[in-house]
C-alpha cells in the first residue's frame, strides 16, 4: 500500500502539524490512513490500547485518522531522563536506558521491529503518512539511522522535505540539505514545502521559485501559519502558555527539566477564567496563584532537586501558608511526599531523597511501568473520568486513605486532611470536560461550557481545510507508492 514520509529541515519545523493536517484531509478523502513516526524522542507520551506508549504528536495524528493509538505508529520512543542518556521504548516497551553515545551501537537493531511495525500499518491501511525526525541534513547520524533517510531508503518510502520560513533561513535550509546529502539520499526527496509563512504568500513566490531552480524539486506550497494551532495538543511545554489573559484563577506550573505528559495542561489553557502561568527556571511561582499544579516528570528525584534548585519548595511553602492548593500528577504527587526511594537505580543512580512533605505519603520506585487507560470516579466529586497511567512505583501512607480516585474500585492518589493538597497518577483529567468544570469552580473559577475534545477534532478539520487551500495535496497523495 502506498506511503509518503516528511521530513524536515530542521527540529520543530512543524512536521507533526503538516502529517496530522494531511492525515485528516486524506481520511475525508475516504482513505484509511495511518501515522507512522520511526523514533520519536519525546517525554510527552501517549498510552496504547494495546498496553504500551507513544509520542503525544503520533497519538492526535491517530485521532486525525479515526484510529485509536497503536505502537506500531511510533515504535522507536527515546525519553531523556538526563542530559546524556534516555530510556530506550520498542513498540512500546522499555528496553534499555543508554546513554547518548551508546545509541549508535544499539540502532542498528532497532530496525528491524521499525519495518515490522511499518509493514502491519501498511497491510492494514490504504495509506501511511511517515513523520521523520530531527532533520536529513545531521549526516553525522547517517550511519545506522532508523529516523531519516534510513527508513526512506529502507522501506522505499519517497519523501517531501519541509521548512520553516518563520524562523528565516528556508531557502538555505532547503538547498543547503541537498547540498550536505549523498546523491541516493538526495533521489529519495521528491519536493518540498515551506511552512509558517506569515503574510501574503505571494510575497515569496520569488525564493520559492529560487528554491526548486536550485534544488530540481517540485514545489507543493507554501504554508501560512495556522493561527489556532495552539488549540491542538502541545508537543513542547514552552508552546504551552497563556491563551487568554486576565483569567479570574491563576494556575502556575513549574517548568521541570524532565517535564513529562503536559498535554495534561492544554485544556486549561483554553478556559476563559484561567490564567495560566508556566513557570520557567529561575523565575519564582506568582504569589497570586490560587493553584500550583506539579506536572508528571520522567525523573522524579532528579526534578525534585531541579525544583529545590530554583528555590520552588521556598515559593511552595509560602503558597500553602496562604491558603492555595496543590495539585501533584504523576511524578509531581510523588515530590509531595516524604520521601522518593529508587534503591534499584530505575530513574537514575540507585538512591533516595527527601520529598517536599505537603502530603503523608512515601514512594517506592519498584516492578514494571504501569500502562493502562483507565476509568475512573474522582472521590471529592463523585464524577466519572476517563484517563491513563504512565508511570513506576507505588506510593503509601496515612494520606492514601482519602484517595483522590478510585479506579475501577482501586483507590488512586492521596488527599490532604484539609483538600487543598492532592496528588494523583492519571493524566488526562483535565480533558474531561464535567471534572474540569467542577474542579475549577471550587477554586472559584466561571465554567465557559469549554468542549474540549470537539473542539480539537474541529481544529483538525480546520487544520485539514488550511493545507487544502494552500498545499497541492492531491499531488502529494499522488508522490505515495
Not at 104 to 120: D, G, I
Not at 248 to 274: C, G, H, T, W
Request: a negative charge; proline letters at 6%; hydrophobic letters at 45%.
Amino acid at each position: 500500500m502506498p506511503a509518503l514520509m516528511l521530513q524536515g529541515t530542521g527540529s520543530n519545523v512543524g512536521k507533526s502539524l503538516l502529517v496530522a493536517g494531511l492525515c485528516r484531509a486524506a481520511r475525508r478523502r475516504g482513505l484509511s490512513v495511518a501515522p507512522f513516526k520511526p523514533q520519536n524522542m519525546s517525554n510527552n507520551a501517549a498510552v496504547t490500547a494495546d498496553g504500551g506508549e507513544i509520542g503525544r504528536a503520533q497519538a492526535l495524528q491517530a485521532l486525525a485518522c479515526g484510529l485509536p493509538p497503536h505502537t506500531d505508529m511510533n515504535p522507536v520512543l527515546l525519553k531523556p531522563e538526563s542530559e546524556v542518556g534516555s530510556q530506550v521504548v520498542v513498540q512500546g516497551r522499555r528496553i534499555a536506558t543508554v546513554k547518548a553515545r551508546d545509541y549508535a551501537a544499539l540502532k542498528p537493531t532497532l530496525m528491524a521491529p521499525v519495518l515490522e511495525s511499518f509493514a502491519r500499518l501498511r497491510a492494514a491501511h490504504d495509506l501511511v503518512l511517515v513523520e521523520g525526525a530531527g532533520s536529513p541534513a545531521e549526516i553525522n547520524l547517517r550511519a545506522g539511522d532508523i529516523a531519516n533517510m534510513g527508513f526512506a531508503c529502507a522501506a522505499d518510502v519517497p519523501v517531501v522535505l519541509a521548512g520553516d520560513i518563520d524562523r528565516g533561513g528556508v531557502i538555505a535550509q532547503i538547498v543547503g540539505t541537498q547540498a550536505v546529502l549523498s546523491p541516493g539520499d538526495a533521489a529519495m526527496i521528491r519536493g518540498f514545502l515551506v511552512n509558517r509563512f506569515r503574510g501574503d504568500p505571494r510575497l515569496f513566490d520569488d525564493g520559492y521559485a529560487e528554491i526548486a531552480q536550485r534544488t530540481g524539486w517540485p514545489g507543493f506550497g507554501v504554508v501560512p501559519w495556522f493561527d489556532r494551532a495552539h488549540l491542538l495538543p502541545a508537543e513542547d511545554a514552552l508552546d504551552i502558555g497563556t491563551v487568554r489573559s486576565g483569567g479570574r484563577v491563576k494556575v502556575a506550573v513549574p517548568i521541570f527539566s524532565r517535564i513529562a505528559n503536559f498535554d495534561d495542561l492544554d485544556p486549561l489553557a483554553q478556559e476563559e477564567d484561567v490564567d495560566l502561568v508556566m513557570v520557567p527556571a529561575g523565575q519564582p511561582l506568582p504569589g497570586d496563584a490560587a493553584l500550583v499544579i506539579l506536572p508528571g516528570s520522567k525523573s522524579t528525584r532528579a526534578d525534585l532537586a531541579f525544583l529545590r534548585a530554583q528555590g520552588w519548595d521556598v515559593d511552595l511553602a509560602a503558597h500553602v501558608r496562604r491558603g492555595g492548593h496543590v495539585l501533584g500528577i504523576c511524578g509531581g504527587y510523588q515530590m509531595l511526599g516524604h520521601v522518593v526511594r529508587d534503591p534499584d537505580g530505575l530513574e537514575g543512580p540507585a538512591g533516595e531523597m527527601p520529598g517536599l512533605g505537603l502530603l503523608d505519603v512515601e514512594t517506592r520506585m519498584q516492578g514494571d511501568k504501569h500502562l493502562r487507560l483507565v476509568k475512573a470516579v474522582h472521590r471529592p466529586s463523585a464524577l466519572a473520568v476517563e484517563g491513563y497511567e504512565i508511570h513506576l512505583g507505588v506510593t503509601q501512607g496515612p494520606d492514601c486513605a482519602r484517595p483522590f480516585a478510585l479506579i475501577e474500585g482501586r483507590a488512586d492518589g492521596a488527599v490532604s486532611p484539609d483538600g487543598r493538597i492532592a496528588g494523583s497518577y492519571l493524566h488526562g483529567l483535565f480533558a474531561q470536560d464535567g471534572f474540569r468544570a467542577a474542579f475549577l469552580e471550587a477554586l472559584g473559577a466561571r465554567s465557559s461550557g469549554l468542549a474540549y475534545g470537539a473542539g480539537v477534532e474541529a481544529t483538525l478539520d480546520a487544520l485539514a481545510d488550511h493545507l487544502e487551500a494552500h498545499v497541492d495535496v492531491a499531488g502529494l497523495l499522488a508522490l505515495a507508492r
